[in-house]
């Protein structure tokens, strides 16, 4: 467990070295990429805004370390949140990106310890969520001023906590008990000698090693074709493809049409055309493996 934790440890310092190889931007070059992102649709902006960030998401997601969670897991939703930011802030604010990041970081981070923490629903109120990351917080308060005033510890009093939290005492109680039934982990140990943990004795209906190896291997080809494919396209068919095909809002074709000053039907026509290049570019893959419907391409387009 020694080794494993401090793997964990290695791991997480090999991830802010890196990370911090990124300068942290000024305000004016926040601004200016900010802009080219929302205006222009540039993904390198994107890229650089995220990144420089990245260092304040670890940051963020070590204050959630106490519920038992990887750390590599809560950096990667808190993540996540970060790029939420960059797609949603707007420049024109006044305001820092990282001051309007914190909140989608958060959030995300939030929503997965509540999603991992057991797997019936807790915390779908807004005060059950602020109840369930207080909880343990005023505890720790109510513990270090009693002992500052030299009197036994009732941080276990829910009237008190209740109180403290403007909440009502069942709330508080309730929520206790949900906190300490946490799910059991199928990684817990089962007898004395601890041989055998749950997860032996539940019937895995997985496909062998070779097949799963198989399967991603096919799935490597066909992404790395899909991005030659892409490669081969225009700049502004690969736009059309990008925004029509891979994007989880697909612009409609009035505002494909809008984005470069030409008719509706004009942007149907240059979609017909380069769907049709795509095609082309994958018909030897399409020979291979049983790949024909424009679903799969979108989708496969997507993942590459």
Not at 1 to 28: I, K, N, Q
Not at 29 to 48: G, I, K, M, P
Not at 71 to 95: S, Y
């Amino acid at each position: 467990m020694r080794a494993a934790a401090h793997s964990t440890a290695g791991s997480l310092e090999t991830y802010l070295a890196e990370v911090s190889r990124f300068p942290l931007l000024t305000a004016e070059e926040e601004r200016r990429l900010s802009r080219a992102h929302r205006d222009l649709a540039d993904t390198r902006a994107a890229h650089l805004l995220v990144a420089s960030n990245l260092r304040f998401v670890v940051k963020v997601a070590y204050e959630y370390r106490s519920y038992g969670l990887r750390m590599a897991d809560l950096v990667q939703e808190g993540n996540i949140g970060l790029m939420k930011a960059v797609q949603k802030f707007d420049p024109e604010k006044g305001i820092r990106l990282i001051s309007y990041a914190v909140w989608w970081i958060r959030a995300y981070i939030q929503n997965y310890v509540l999603r991992s923490w057991s797997l019936v629903k807790l915390g779908t109120t807004q005060a059950q969520r602020r109840l369930f990351f207080s909880l343990a917080r005023t505890k720790r308060e109510l513990d270090r001023a009693s002992l500052e005033h030299g009197v036994d510890s009732d941080a276990g009093d829910a009237n008190r906590i209740a109180r403290r939290l403007r909440v009502k005492p069942e709330e508080v109680r309730e929520m206790e008990q949900r906190l300490e039934g946490r799910d059991l982990s199928l990684d817990a140990p089962v007898g004395e000698d601890g041989a055998a943990t749950h997860v032996d004795f539940v019937v895995g209906d997985a496909g062998s090693q070779a097949d799963e190896l198989s399967e991603a291997e096919e799935r490597r080809m066909v992404q790395g074709r899909v991005v030659e494919a892409l490669a081969r396209l225009d700049p502004r068919e690969r736009f059309i493809i990008e925004r029509r095909l891979m994007c989880e809002r697909p612009m409609t074709l009035k505002e494909l049409g809008s984005h470069f000053g030409f008719s509706r039907e004009r942007a149907r026509q240059l979609e017909i055309r380069a769907k049709e290049k795509l095609r082309e570019g994958l018909r030897a893959l399409c020979a291979e493996i049983d790949w024909p419907t424009e679903g799969a391409l979108a989708e496969n387009a997507a993942a590459a």
